[in-house]
């Protein structure tokens, strides 16, 4: 189950301010959608929270609805961090557990 | 005067964070209360009622302050892409909701560190139809919100 949830991470520093841009593999289903052929609803499953650490220090923290398109993207920033700090992000939504993601930031 | 629900929440957050092994796990019955309560709100009131306690909202029409950038037409209501900028200080936190949607509220983007928050988010929100898009931003415990209509051409809350 948990190969199919991909998550992509990246964080560029520039001029003193960190920019985090992150992909997620996930379905997001909204729990409104049926199956074609049997009609039957398709249960929601979709991210519901996304944190974002630096060096262990959260900087973001997200709560996400079924409003949030298949395969979420995000981006923000924060003000600080060096070249070889860590960011790490971890989301859970209700089937799975933490899934976490660690990245190396760089320089641009 | 009571302690705004949502500042209790974020205290309880902050400090979840800190004990339990690195990552953050809330108790499930207090952290379902906020985005659940929300989430299930069917208005845009009921929504912003859930989400802020009943707390002024000052309306934001100055683009230097708080601007949403999106699409002027959205072709597919699947992905909308939506950027909010704010010059506010202090940013504790942006929440994007599209008005006409079944469940209003998308996205709330919580800054722990407001000091070193950066007023800019970027993410991609499915529409229903063409509605308005509103971001609620908080900032030294204010609230302000700004809305841009979005036009959508083919719906996207797959229904």
């Not at chain 2, 209790?8 to 990552?23: E, H, N, Q, R």
């Not at chain 2, 009622?49 to 230097?64: H, M, P, R, S, W």
Request: aromatic share 6%; with cysteine.
């Amino acid at each position: 189950m948990a190969d199919e949830f991909r998550t992509r991470l990246q964080a560029k520093l520039k001029k003193g301010i960190t920019e985090v841009r992150t992909k997620i593999t996930h379905p997001m289903e909204t729990g409104a959608r049926r199956e074609l052929e049997t009609g039957k609803l398709i249960p929601a499953h979709f991210i519901e929270e996304v944190k974002v650490e630096h060096n262990g220090k959260v900087v973001m923290s997200a709560d996400w609805s079924v409003g949030i398109s298949k395969d979420p993207y995000c981006a923000f920033k924060f003000k600080g961090g060096v070249e070889g700090d860590t960011v790490t992000l971890t989301w859970k939504d209700k089937c799975d557990p933490f899934h976490a993601k660690h990245s190396k930031m760089c320089v641009t | 005067m009571n302690l705004p629900r949502r500042t209790f929440l974020k205290g309880i957050f902050a400090t979840g964070g800190a004990m339990a092994l690195g990552t953050s796990v809330l108790p499930q019955s207090v952290m379902a209360d906020l985005p659940e309560t929300a989430a299930q709100a069917k208005s845009l009131s009921e929504a912003e009622q859930a989400l802020f306690d009943g707390a002024q909202i000052t309306e934001i029409t100055d683009e230097n302050v708080i601007a949403i950038k999106a699409p002027e037409i959205a072709e597919n209501g699947q992905v909308v892409q939506i950027e909010v900028t704010t010059n506010l200080e202090k940013l504790e936190s942006i929440t994007i909701l599209a008005e006409k949607n079944p469940v209003p509220l998308v996205a709330q983007f919580n800054f722990p560190d407001p000091e070193n928050a950066v007023g800019w988010v970027k993410t991609r929100i499915k529409m229903v139809g063409t509605s308005d898009v509103i971001a609620v931003v908080k900032a030294d415990g204010q609230l302000y919100a700004a809305r841009r209509e979005v036009t959508v051409t083919l719906g996207g809350c797959g229904g």
